[in-house]
């Protein structure tokens, strides 16, 4: 399986990045090759273009900024989902995994 490559889009990227801690030890005890890290909803542009991202997921607290991000990637074959807001409240680090996962075709 080829190296998965997850970006988590926040307001800061602070409260997201203890999520990434959580995905990347679940993906680690799978035996997953992932790339998982999160950027601020001001930076996410430039990592789109240089990460060669996967998947985009959205924080609760920025998705408003769905439309947005939809525009952005349009012609991208780069899916986009909003995390539920359950599983990022418990900081469920292997739901959100999977929720990356069943995105990537």
Known sequence: MSKKTIMLVCSAG???SLLVSKMEKVAAERGIDSE?????????DNNIE????DVLLL???????????????????IPLEVINMQDYG????AKVLDQALRLIK
Do not use: C, H, W, Y
């Open 50 to 53: 240089s990460k060669n991202v």
């Open 36 to 44: 998982i890290f999160a950027v601020s909803a001001s930076d996410a």
């Open 59 to 77: 924080g609760p607290q920025v998705r408003f900024m769905k439309a947005q991000f939809e525009k952005k990637l349009a012609g991208k074959d």
């Open 90 to 93: 418990m900081m469920d680090g």
């Open 14 to 16: 602070m409260s997201t």
